[in-house]
Each structure stands twice: as structure tokens, then as C-alpha cells.
């Protein structure tokens, strides 16, 4: 696997592992850090041999935030110009499950990255938020929208107007996470969900995976187009004819992942 700076990249049999590696700052994300997780994340994506990535924080926190000390002095043109969430948008076309493991701190870019995950485990002590209005700015990298598909209008923009952090008992109830652990156990419980999922057929997964976020994007109508679509893909497969031809045959099924 690549060598990062900002971040750590490992496998542990099919499960891919990217840990945000900037302690001292809380893993306060800047530029090359992004473009990283972007880049570890696409070599995953294309790896047979990784079946889910499991993203967290080194040191005391996920990540709080974009690097601050990094963006203090830009203008909008230098922005515009440098198109920074080209490549961010990519993390939305990542195939494979994405789930990410939360303690401490999810800030800003750090809780936009949280919710590019598909699955949120977190630490009871975490704690997410969007304290950009603070900073005279606003989020930038997903945040108004995905919090709002996931609380609705009236509490996202309570939650993004005061800026202030929510626990993750609140977070779980609003839906944002999945689940919650105590600190010690939140990597050990996210890597055994991660293998349990690993064990899936892949296709299937996969097809999931899209189908619900054309839930979330298109209509009624287009999304069941959509997973109509990819019901009838899974019949081409050597899984389904193998996950069907066991059921028949009284046996536990050996998937290929394709
Ligand atoms: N950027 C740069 N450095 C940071 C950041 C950050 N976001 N957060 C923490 N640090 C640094 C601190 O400056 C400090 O460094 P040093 O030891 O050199 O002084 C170190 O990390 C430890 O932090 P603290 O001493 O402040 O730790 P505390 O436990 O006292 O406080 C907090 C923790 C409450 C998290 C506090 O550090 C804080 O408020 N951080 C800033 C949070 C914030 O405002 N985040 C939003 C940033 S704006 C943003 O994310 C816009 C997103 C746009 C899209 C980006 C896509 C990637």
C-alpha cells in the first residue's frame, strides 16, 4: 500500500484502514491530507481484495475540522481557482462500504468527512458539529446538505446556526450514527461489523449501496427504476446462481464476489 504524510493506510485481511494521522492538531485536515484520503480511498476502491474501508482518527479526536491556520488567509478567487472539492466530490463515488469510527472531536470538514461514511459507529464522549458560522464562514464540503437530508431543515439549521456540538446520544437519535460504543471497544466493534459485512456477496453490496442513494436523490419513481435495474444486474452473477442454488441444497453458500 502507498506511503502517506497525513494519513496511515493498512489491511487487516479484506478490510482496508485509513487513519487521519495528525494528532498534534486533532487530525485538523489540510489540503494534502484531503487529497490522501481521496487517493486511499480510490486504490481501495479499486483493490479486489478490500471488501469495506474502515476510516478513523489517531490520537485524541476523529478530525476537528479543516485546517484553519491553512485557509485563514484565502481569498474566494484562490478558491475558486483551486477547485479543492473536485476531488472531495469523489469520495461520494467510492463503491465500497464506507464505515467510519468517530471519538472525540468531528468538526466541520471533519464532520463532512464523518458523513461521507455510509456507517457511523462512535465513542459515547463524541461529540459533531459545525462551528464554521464561529469563523464567519459556513460549511463547504457537504455539510448543509447532508446534515439536512438526515435531520430535516428545521434542525439542521438549528444545529448550523448556533454552531454548537451535539453528544453522540443525540446524534444517534437524529439518525447520524449508527451506533455508539464506550471509547476502548469503538475500533474493535466497527472492524468485527466491517468483517461481518466483508462476508456479504460484494455485488449485492454494492448494488445496495447505490440503489439507497438514489433514495435519497432522485424520486420515488426514478430510484425504483434504479434498483429495478440493479435487482435484474444480480441475476448475471455466480452469487446469485450460488446463494440460490445453496438455499436449495441445504448448505452454506461460497461467494466469490462476483
Ligand atoms: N485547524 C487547525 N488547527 C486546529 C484545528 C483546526 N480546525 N482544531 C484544533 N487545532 C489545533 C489547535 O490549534 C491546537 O494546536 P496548538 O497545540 O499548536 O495550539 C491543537 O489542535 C489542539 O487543540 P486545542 O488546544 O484547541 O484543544 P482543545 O481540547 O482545547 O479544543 C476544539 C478542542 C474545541 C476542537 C478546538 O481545537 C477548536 O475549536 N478547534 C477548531 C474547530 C473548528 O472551528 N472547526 C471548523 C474549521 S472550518 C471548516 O472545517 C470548514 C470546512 C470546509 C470544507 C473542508 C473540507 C475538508
Known amino acids: 500500500m502507498t ?36 487517493q486511499s480511498m480510490r486504490e481501495m476502491d479499486r483493490n479486489d481484495s478490500v471488501r469495506v474501508i474502515v476510516l478513523y482518527g489517531n490520537g485524541k479526536s476523529f478530525a ?12 474566494s478567487i ?28 468531528a468538526l466541520g470538514g471533519g464532520f463532512e468527512l464523518a458523513l461521507v461514511c455510509d456507517l457511523l459507529f462512535a465513542s459515547e464522549d463524541a461529540k459533531f458539529g459545525f462551528p464554521e458560522i464561529n469563523l464567519a464562514v459556513m ?15 428545521t434542525k439542521a439549521l438549528e444545529w448550523l446556526w448556533s454552531g454548537e456540538m451535539m453528544t453522540a446520544e443525540t446524534a444517534e437519535a437524529w439518525g447520524i ?22 462476508n456479504k456477496p460484494a455485488l449485492s453490496v454494492r448494488f445496495i449501496k447505490e440503489a439507497v442513494y438514489k433514495a435519497v436523490d432522485y424520486s420515488l419513481y426514478e430510484g425504483m427504476q434504479y434498483e429495478r ?23 452454506k453458500p461460497n461467494f466469490k464476489g462476483r
Open 78 to 105: 484562490h478558491l475558486e481557482l483551486l477547485n479543492q472539492f473536485a476531488e472531495w466530490d469523489d469520495l461520494a463515488h467510492i463503491k465500497k462500504p464506507i464505515i467510519g469510527a468517530v471519538h472525540g472531536f
Open 64 to 75: 476537528a475540522g479543516a485546517d484553519i491556520t491553512e485557509m485563514a488567509q484565502d481569498d
Open 139 to 153: 460549511p463547504g464540503a457537504g455539510g448543509t446538505q447532508r446534515l439536512t437530508k438526515l435531520m430535516g431543515k
Open 177 to 198: 450514527i449508527n451506533r455508539r460504543y464506550p471509547q476502548e471497544i469503538l475500533v474493535e466493534e466497527t472492524l468485527k461489523y466491517a468483517r461481518n459485512l466483508a
Open 229 to 251: 435495474k440493479n435487482f435484474s444486474l444480480l441475476f448475471s452473477s455466480d452469487d446469485q446462481k450460488e446463494g440460490m442454488k445453496a438455499f436449495v441444497e441445504k448448505r
Open 3 to 38: 506511503n502517506y504524510e497525513y494519513i496511515q493506510v493498512d489491511q487487516e485481511e479484506s478490510i482496508g484502514i485509513i487513519r487521519l494521522n495528525r494528532p498534534k492538531v486533532l487530525n485538523a485536515l489540510n489540503r494534502k491530507m484531503v487529497s490522501e484520503i481521496v
